[in-house]
């Protein structure tokens, strides 16, 4: 392909579609990620989509921890974009939910990066199925809006590796996305559009990534610097500025023509790859709403039930309050919004689960009177639109609503709150005083019809929660280093994201991460764990020891109390879900991978595995531990060199290191006083001495060696 071609198939033609160059075609991309938002031809807003199913956001799918489920979803997408000529949907996005105040929250899936990384799999699976490529986003540490387009996210190397780009990590190495989004801004100061270390080194050189790199839309600073880098696609287009710098830099020799070459060369597998497949007629959109529902109503969390309150019985009187229950709230604002092809809201789905039973008022003032009147009272609340572009200002819910709960609650106490809201809320202290609580997030155009499902008992709710809910904002372990000052945002709670961040504190949440009731009750037996080549297994029997048939999210929580290097106080490192009929017992059988077990080691720039005896908690919650066992795991050989710089306290702690070392000690004689003298005598002064790199001991007079002779000892020590 000639050198002009090159350039200009490596940025887009227009807002949505690739440039078509000699015998490359164009392809659409659009958003993405729970629904295909199509632009209508020639509307002149750039945010109208065509209808098409929009299904439960990341912040419901999420909540049902279910693989499987989200594999599902990826397929109806499939579908979906075959028969609207999408060949890549702009999802999905796994940014880590650092601070509850994220603005995009609701389109992420968790604080943790196992559960964003296995569900983020199978949704890329399940799109690409269907020959429709994903794009995995924001790439990477993009868990803010705030100056989102030039923040520097400043993270500590191991807080990177084993917490914001794991997820990544486990995306790309178990589904292989064809294209992955790079994040507007700065990671450790450089842009991610034009971050070598983090487009070639890590995601190529590293992790095995084939696909092609795509800009977020308008992320691109320099052209050259970034296909220097690794990106490929910049999008939107045309940008025919940037295609001449590309000639020219190849043609004077700044940029190696091959970076060129392959960036063009990798635009063109995508177009091959998302072509392969051709358009289809149609999808069967009743089956997709069908989808959107059971995804929603699984995705819903009970996190309260007094009583028994729910399911409620729909041969009672019900009283249903707030304007949310008529005028659903189901997805968020941004580039992810989009028009569904039809609406359920709550309303109406209640009213046809309890016929001529239900009483409806959204003026607070009719409310109490209703309430009173009722078998049962169910207030809808939520948030302000959350939207793409900014955080939010505060977790409360808004202060009319709130009151509305408490006046309801006082008049009949089978008060039952349904929330609608894209990141968590505040639920302290109003949650007291109701009777039940169904945390309802955003859930998609089907969602009026889960939430009557569960408010009924059609579904036993099942769903967990992926990031913890506080008692006050300022517990959160972001909440000092958040949205940062001057171009920059400190992640200063380093790997205490979320839960690692209050369980190492022992700090009271108001629920916490994994936290979910259900309409039966489960109890565990003991666990065992065994050590295998790939991993740890553990096993478990769990019945369902209540009334109704059941599915319980069993999660393993890993530690290791004797770690070199500081870790949480538990990991979440394996989970599953498991249906289990009413007093049925299952076999559970939970693999933790040998690779999530590793910390990312500084010296040695890789990932190691500890020996030890690891702790193994399993529970229905990360706060509700069931059954506690301990495994040895034999660690992999990471031996840190010395050097002359490492401390007496290292040489003693390495074998090879204390035995030369000791050597030279014994060696030394001990009349007369001098540094070899004080340090055998004396166990304050040996104390002492412990955190001296050799290297200045050795500049003491009467230290045990010189600086000549330590240079021997180094390389006696590291043979
Ligand atoms: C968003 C991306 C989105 C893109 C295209 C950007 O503003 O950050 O998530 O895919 O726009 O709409």
């Known amino acids: 392909m000639e050198l002009n071609d090159q350039a200009a198939i490596t940025s887009g033609s227009d807002f949505w579609a690739s440039t078509a160059a000699g015998d490359v075609p164009a392809i659409t991309l659009t958003d993405g990620p729970h629904g295909v938002r199509l632009r209508v031809p020639d509307s002149e807003d750039l945010l109208a989509g065509q209808p098409a199913t929009c299904f439960p956001p990341a912040v419901a799918s999420g909540s049902t921890w279910d693989p499987d489920l989200l594999r599902r979803m990826g397929e109806a997408l499939a579908e979906e974009c075959r028969a609207m000529g999408v060949q890549v949907l702009l999802g999905p996005g796994i940014n880590l939910k650092r601070t509850p105040l994220g603005g995009r929250n609701f389109e992420y899936f968790s604080e943790d990066p196992l559960v964003a990384g296995v569900l983020g799999a199978a949704w890329v699976r399940g799109l690409q199925s269907g020959g429709v490529g994903a794009s995995l986003k924001h790439f990477a540490v993009n868990s803010q809006e705030t100056d989102r387009m030039r923040v520097s996210a400043d993270v500590d190397e191991r807080s990177l590796r084993e917490l914001y780009l794991r997820a990544f990590q486990r995306v790309v190495?178990?589904?292989?996305?064809?294209?992955?989004?790079?994040?507007?801004?700065?990671?450790?100061?450089?842009?991610?559009?034009?971050?070598?270390?983090?487009?070639?080194?890590?995601?190529?050189?590293?992790?095995?990534?084939?696909?092609?790199?795509?800009?977020?839309w308008g992320a691109v600073v320099d052209r050259v610097e970034a296909v220097r880098a690794g990106l490929d696609l910049t999008m939107p287009g045309p940008d025919p500025t940037g295609d001449r710098a590309?000639?020219?830099?190849?043609?004077?020799?700044?940029?190696?023509?091959?970076?060129?070459?392959?960036?063009?060369?990798?635009?063109?597998?995508?177009?091959?790859?998302?072509?392969?497949?051709?358009?289809t007629d149609g999808y069967d959109a009743d089956r997709h709403h069908a989808l959107a529902r059971e995804i929603a109503a699984r995705g819903i969390v009970l996190l309260k039930n007094e009583g028994d309150l729910l399911p409620l019985d729909p041969g009672g009187t019900i009283a249903v309050v707030g304007e949310l229950a008529r005028t659903p709230r189901y997805q968020g604002g941004g580039s992810s919004q989009?028009?569904?092809?039809?609406?359920?809201?709550?309303?109406?789905?209640?009213?046809?689960?309890?016929?001529?039973?239900?009483?409806?008022?959204?003026?607070?003032?009719?409310?109490?009177?209703?309430?009173?009147?009722?078998?049962?009272?169910?207030?809808?609340?939520?948030?302000?639109?959350?939207?793409?572009?900014?955080?939010r200002e505060s977790l409360d819910l808004p202060a009319d609503q709130r009151k509305l709960i408490a006046a309801v609650a006082a008049a009949n106490p089978r008060t039952v709150v349904v929330l609608a809201n894209g990141g968590v809320v505040l639920t302290t202290p109003w949650d007291r005083d109701v009777g039940a609580l169904l945390e309802g997030w955003l859930l998609g155009q089907a969602g009026g019809s889960a939430v009557a499902d569960v408010l009924f008992g059609r579904v036993n709710p099942s769903g967990r929660l992926t990031e913890t809910i506080p008692l006050r904002l300022e517990d959160h372990p972001s909440y000092l280093d958040f949205p940062g000052e001057a171009g920059h945002v400190r992640y200063g709670e380093g790997i205490h994201v979320g839960y690692r961040g209050f369980d190492a504190r022992r700090q009271e949440v108001a629920y916490p991460f994994g936290f979910g009731l259900s309409y039966t009750t489960f109890s565990y037996g003991e666990a065992t764990a065994t050590a295998t080549e790939t991993g740890v297994d553990i096993r478990l029997r769990v019945t369902n020891t209540g009334p109704r048939d059941g599915r319980e999210v069993v999660q393993a929580y890993v530690s290791l109390p004797s770690s070199r290097v500081r870790r949480a106080p538990r990991e979440l490192k394996a989970f599953a879900g498991v249906e289990i009929r009413a007093g049925e017992t299952a076999e559970v059988v939970l693999h933790a991978d040998r690779s999530d077990l590793a910390?990312?080691?500084?010296?040695?720039?890789?990932?190691?595995?500890?020996?030890?005896?690891?702790?193994?908690?399993?529970?229905?919650?990360?706060?509700?531990?069931?059954?506690?066992?301990?495994?040895?795991?034999?660690?992999?050989?990471?031996?840190?060199?010395?050097?002359?710089?490492?401390?007496?306290?290292?040489?003693?702690?390495?074998?090879?290191?204390?035995?030369?070392?000791?050597?030279?000690?014994?060696?030394?004689?001990?009349?007369?006083?001098?540094?070899?003298?004080?340090?055998?005598?004396?166990?304050?002064?040996?104390?002492?001495?412990?955190?001296?790199?050799?290297?200045?001991?050795?500049?003491?007079?009467?230290?045990?060696?010189?600086?000549?002779a330590l240079a021997g000892l180094v390389v006696a020590a590291n043979k």
Request: aromatic content about 8%; charged content about 25%; some cysteine.
């Open 173 to 216: 190495t178990t589904a292989q996305p064809w294209t992955v989004m790079c994040s507007y801004n700065r990671v450790n100061g450089v842009y991610a559009s034009q971050n070598r270390w983090l487009l070639t080194e890590v995601l190529r050189d590293e992790w095995g990534f084939e696909g092609l790199v795509v800009s977020d």
């Open 246 to 279: 590309l000639v020219e830099a190849v043609g004077d020799g700044r940029l190696p023509a091959d970076a060129l070459a392959r960036s063009a060369d990798r635009v063109r597998s995508l177009v091959a790859k998302t072509t392969a497949v051709g358009r």
């Open 338 to 391: 989009m028009t569904p092809t039809r609406l359920d809201d709550a309303l109406t789905a209640i009213a046809e689960s309890a016929p001529g039973r239900v009483r409806f008022t959204a003026d607070p003032a009719e409310a109490v009177e209703l309430a009173q009147g009722s078998d049962a009272a169910v207030v809808f609340a939520g948030t302000e639109q959350e939207t793409e572009g900014s955080d």
């Open 599 to 708: 910390y990312w080691d500084v010296v040695l720039q890789r990932w190691v595995v500890e020996d030890g005896t690891y702790t193994i908690e399993v529970g229905a919650s990360s706060r509700d531990i069931r059954a506690t066992t301990a495994v040895e795991v034999a660690g992999d050989e990471a031996r840190h060199p010395l050097s002359a710089d490492s401390t007496l306290a290292e040489w003693l702690a390495d074998p090879r290191g204390a035995e030369l070392l000791m050597e030279v000690f014994t060696r030394m004689p001990t009349e007369g006083g001098g540094m070899a003298a004080g340090m055998t005598l004396d166990p304050a002064t040996l104390q002492m001495a412990m955190g001296f790199p050799l290297s200045r001991m050795a500049m003491f007079p009467g230290s045990p060696f010189t600086a000549d």
